[in-house]
């Protein structure tokens, strides 16, 4: 069977589509229907680092701030996370999880341990590993290949 490595891309696509179906089952099956894949990946940063600003919070999963701003505001909403301003500075403004996002997360990890058990399955640790070293590459491929950028104008 030949390779065909323009497919990279589409197959990296599925298994996003495919992890986010996943997540967001399961998320309903556990009782958080109104949620998310995204709304998870927040939660997990915000219990890494107990406290963010919204730029924070968008640079960790890396997506605008406007769309960060729409998915916290909803959790917000859904009272799993809370937001107060900042001691030093009244004009920032700083996430945190509230108990119940706490319980939140606590379940999260669980989900989130049974998908990479599951994505993981057919795989050597040294596997997974070499996996992780190619997709950073990949990633940080595009990260200094903007899409304005010269190599581009030539399309």
Known sequence: MKS???DILSIISKIHSDAASFLKIQLKNKGY????S??????FQLSQNHQMTMTQIAAAVHRDKSTTTVLV???IK??????YNS???SRIKKIKLSAKGEELSSNMKKISKSLQDCYYRNFSEEEIK???T??????DSFDSCPADSDVFKTL
């Not at 229907?33 to 998310?36: C, D, F, I």
């Not at 995204?38 to 939660?43: A, D, E, Q, T, Y």
Request: charged content about 25%.
């Open 38 to 43: 995204s709304h998870g990946n927040i939660l």
């Open 73 to 75: 505001n909803k959790l």
């Open 130 to 132: 070499q996996l992780y």
């Open 33 to 36: 229907p109104e949620l998310v």
């Open 78 to 83: 859904e009272g799993y996370v809370e937001s």
């Open 4 to 6: 065909n490595y323009s």
């Open 87 to 89: 001691e030093k500075d």
């Open 134 to 139: 190619l997709l950073k590459k990949l990633s």
